[in-house]
């Protein structure tokens, strides 16, 4: 079956613009993260969707930051005012449920690379 | 706050050498552990769990073990291959809250034919 998908693979945009990147979890899956990786750092969580509860944002590093999730599938991460230490790789990946019993591996998309000038 | 470190950024071997990558942790319990695979230009593939209450696992090629008490897991891959070659990330779950990962930085494997 299909990944995790992501677009658009690249986005360049001048600093100051509002972005949209968007994420297609793995049909099924419950659980929904989106990560950000800098040059030369490790993967920084960002938010975490499960199921209808209200999504864990304690990773987005400021308001100009937002995500939501529709329907419990697709997911979207919006960055308003965009800045040039937002230029990052976005990876968005699912797993079956957050449940830590389960100890869900996450599925992970190509990401998209965000380029802001 | 957790500081998660991965024993350094490039790891140099001969093909059919076992390859040992390590990872430490600090200010952190997981409940669990991760190894992670990452090519350049895609996301990063699972390979292995390791749980807080296991020391060893094993698949094909791989092993992981996972000392607590040390605060490190060591990754192993065995008679290494050129395809073998990326990078390669431990990550580290929660014991409470969310299922999010806490990623390190990476090391960049290169096996030599």
């Known amino acids: 079956g299909a990944g995790v998908s992501q677009s658009p693979s690249n986005k360049v945009t001048e600093k100051g613009k509002d972005v949209e990147l968007r994420c297609d979890p793995i049909s099924g899956h419950t659980a929904l993260y989106w990560y950000r990786q800098s040059l030369g750092q490790g993967l920084e969580f960002l938010i975490y969707?499960?199921?209808?509860?209200?999504?864990?944002k304690s990773g987005l590093p400021s308001d100009r930051f937002s995500a939501e999730r529709t329907g419990g599938s697709v997911s979207t991460l919006t960055i308003q005012r965009t800045q040039q230490e937002d230029s990052a790789v976005y990876l968005c990946?699912?797993?079956?449920?957050?449940?830590?019993?389960?100890?869900?591996?996450?599925?992970f998309g190509p990401g998209t690379r965000l380029t802001v000038l | 706050s957790q500081k998660i470190e991965q024993n350094s950024e490039a790891l140099n071997i001969q093909e059919g050498k076992t390859a040992t990558l390590t990872c430490n942790y600090t200010?952190?319990?997981?409940?669990?552990l991760q190894w992670y695979r990452q090519d350049p230009g895609r996301g990063p593939v699972f390979l292995l769990l390791i749980r807080e209450n296991e020391k060893e696992k094993r698949k094909e090629r791989l092993k992981v073990t996972f000392d607590t008490t040390l605060k490190q897991s060591l990754f192993h891959i065995t008679a290494s291959q050129p395809a073998d070659s990326a990078t390669y990330l431990c990550a580290l779950g929660r014991q409470t809250g969310a299922n999010n990962l806490f990623f390190g930085t990476g090391t960049r494997l290169t096996v030599i034919p």
């Open positions: 200010n952190y319990s997981p409940a669990y």
């Open positions: 969707f499960q199921g209808n509860s209200a999504p864990d």
């Open positions: 990946a699912s797993s079956l449920n957050g449940g830590r019993a389960a100890y869900n591996e996450q599925f």
